[in-house]
């Protein structure tokens, strides 16, 4: 293997990035390429590059695998990032470069004209930006845990919140910068910030922010932050593939994601979307990991077995899955043949606490030609002010009310999340005050024993339940607030055993709903007093057999910080909160006004 390192590849408006390129020397070319361009160093081993027996594989044992096989390797740091030139704006540039850094390869006498794309989370990003410019060369895409369809709906808002794993995101990156790398002052001003303690004074004002030492980084923050309307600003290249689908070249294209991931939603909709549109494969790979931890068999507190990871159970392992599908696209090497979908069903474990402290929820993967997969249809499990979850709606006129205090949120106990550390963490959790996660009273009681938190859970299942698909609830809803959340959270209910005399409230999937957006998400309008108002509050699509004898169980609050920001239910515009106030929130499920859970379910 021959490598050039920092070969600055020049783009439309002068900057340079810098680029690794991996020659092979055991054939000769020209050759096809195969791409990653990310903003966390090309020299450094991307954090998820981690085989099952814990071996981090490096960028050069990566290009080795690529060049051994007759494929040119190219690691590029994004613009603004490490060695590349220009100002870091988070996701912005990413189409643009992309297409340049395509055209440059195919203009180069060592490069046969095809063109792979792969990487993880950022790394996916950039891969569906430059594919929506159809560049020259881009032959086939793998794109792991990433890949915007729409920003505004997954990945920087969702509802109409703001995910604030974006702030966390920018404060650890803001430190390993080249102005962080090159200023010492600044680099150590950085360190000495106390993220968890700022997130006690948000939302953050320009020069009041733990990044106001990098201010490009507080200012794309605090921007998207306040952009709370779909605007144009959300239809930029980069963050907003739905208006470019049509521009991405009929290529095969692997996704993955998993259950507890935060790209759940872009990476089921690329999916839909391409697999319809393209003649060629669309192959879809859904765990039940954390974001990017494939061969990781626990999500939080829950463990899935051995059979969760993706080396072993999928393929040998991820690297020689990769190579195997460019082998086979762009080498033309028909002995490789992929699945279209595979999805990880969890659930069906034995219930008790393995060794290392977690419950044995198990699970196992299922093979597919398409999702949803076939056969699934629409249960309608409806709110009764009792408490109950049932397939028979309410016949009488009933509600149930709260007060949501924004200065004292629902804290966030695990969920699909990712980017969150030292603040926050993703997972699945047994839903309880524990003192691990930020906001909570750490006293061990139930989330659910809050009084701004509903409750409705169904009797003991009778037999098992899959829930395979969407997840959403249509609520009927009032509030004395000019603008008010609203959140749902779907549960997973052990029985009390031994190993948890207690029992267990396992969370799968969750939500949020911005009521000002009831309209549109174009216009908001505030909530008037005494009117009854129909939202829709979407959680992420899961698949989970919920086993008999547990209950399925659905919470409704008004907030999940540190997940999402909080509502100052005051009707403030988007990022400020100066005058909080509690909002009295009322959940109806009468026979007029029939709130109801909708799940997609795969019938026995």
């Not at 950022?122 to 792991?144: E, F, I, K, R």
């Not at 808002?157 to 990156?173: C, N, P």
């Not at 600044?186 to 106390?194: I, S, Y």
Request: hydrophobic content about 35%; charged content about 20%.
């Amino acid at each position: 293997m021959r490598a050039v390192t920092n070969v600055k590849i020049r783009t439309r408006d002068g900057e340079t990035l810098a680029t690794d390129i991996y020659f092979p020397t055991n054939s000769e070319g020209p050759w096809p390429v195969v791409m990653e361009r990310t903003p966390y160093d090309k020299t450094a081993p991307s954090r998820s590059e981690v085989t099952l027996d814990g071996h981090k594989v490096s960028r050069k044992e990566m290009a080795q695998a690529f060049v051994d096989k007759g494929f040119v390797c190219v690691f590029q740091d994004c613009r603004g990032r490490y060695q590349s030139s220009g100002t870091f704006t988070k996701y912005i540039n990413e189409a643009e470069d992309g297409y340049d850094t395509c055209a440059w390869l195919v203009g180069q006498s060592w490069c046969n004209g095809k063109i792979g794309t792969m990487g993880l989370s950022y790394a996916a990003h950039t891969q569906l930006a430059l594919a929506c410019l159809n560049p020259p060369g881009l032959a086939s895409m793998v794109l792991d845990s990433g890949g915007f369809s729409n920003a505004y709906q997954c990945g920087i808002r969702q509802g109409g919140a703001f995910e604030l794993k974006q702030a966390t995101w920018a404060y650890r990156q803001a430190l390993v910068s080249p102005k962080a790398q090159q200023d010492p002052v600044v680099k150590k001003a950085l360190e000495l910030e106390d993220i968890r303690e700022w997130f006690n004074y948000l939302p953050w004002k320009a020069g009041q922010s733990p990044l106001r030492h990098v201010p490009e980084y507080e200012e794309y923050l605090l921007e998207q932050w306040k952009q709370g309307s779909f605007s144009d600003f959300w239809k930029k290249s980069g963050i907003y593939a739905f208006d470019s689908y049509q521009n991405i070249a009929d290529i095969p294209v692997l996704l993955m994601s998993s259950w507890y991931d935060v790209y759940v939603k872009s990476t089921l909709e690329n999916y839909t979307v391409l697999s319809e549109k393209n003649r060629s494969q669309t192959a879809l790979i859904m765990g039940p990991w954390l974001h990017g931890d494939r061969n990781t068999t626990h999500s939080g507190d829950v463990d899935f077995g051995k059979g969760a990871s993706f080396d072993h159970n999928i393929d040998s392992n991820w690297l020689d899955f990769r190579v195997k599908w460019f082998q086979r696209w762009l080498l033309d090497d028909d002995s490789h043949t992929f699945s279209n979908v595979q999805v990880f069903q969890m659930g069906g474990g034995s219930g008790e606490k393995s060794q290392l402290g977690r419950l044995k929820h198990g699970g196992q993967w299922l093979n597919s030609d398409r999702w949803p997969m076939k056969n699934t249809e629409a249960q309608h499990w409806y709110l009764h002010r009792q408490g109950q979850l049932s397939l028979q709606p309410p016949v009488t006129e009933e509600h149930i009310s709260y007060l949501a205090d924004p200065n004292n949120p629902v804290p966030t106990i695990g969920g699909a999340l990712t980017s969150g550390k030292p603040v926050f963490e993703g997972g699945a959790f047994d839903q309880r005050e524990d003192a691990r996660f930020y906001g909570t009273e750490g006293n061990h009681l139930p989330l659910a024993s809050r009084p701004d938190v509903l409750v409705f859970e169904t009797e003991p299942l009778s037999e098992d339940l899959v829930v395979s698909g969407k997840v959403s609830a249509k609520l009927f809803i009032e509030s004395d607030a000019p603008d008010t959340d609203f959140t749902i959270k779907l549960v997973d209910v052990y029985p009390p055993s031994e190993d948890y005399p207690q029992g267990f409230a396992m969370n799968i999937s969750d939500g949020i709903f911005r009521c000002r957006y009831h309209k549109s998400w174009q216009q908001p309008e505030f909530l008037r007093r005494g009117v009854i108002y129909e939202i829709e509050v979407e959680a992420f699509a899961t698949q989970n057999c919920f086993a008999q004898g547990h209950k399925l169980r659905l919470d409704i609050s008004s907030s999940n910080f540190p997940k999402f920001d909080v509502n100052p239910n005051s009707g403030e515009p988007e990022g400020e909160a100066y005058t909080k106030q509690v909002a009295k929130n009322t959940i109806h499920c009468s026979q007029s006004h029939p709130s109801v859970l909708t799940l997609e379910i795969l019938p026995s």
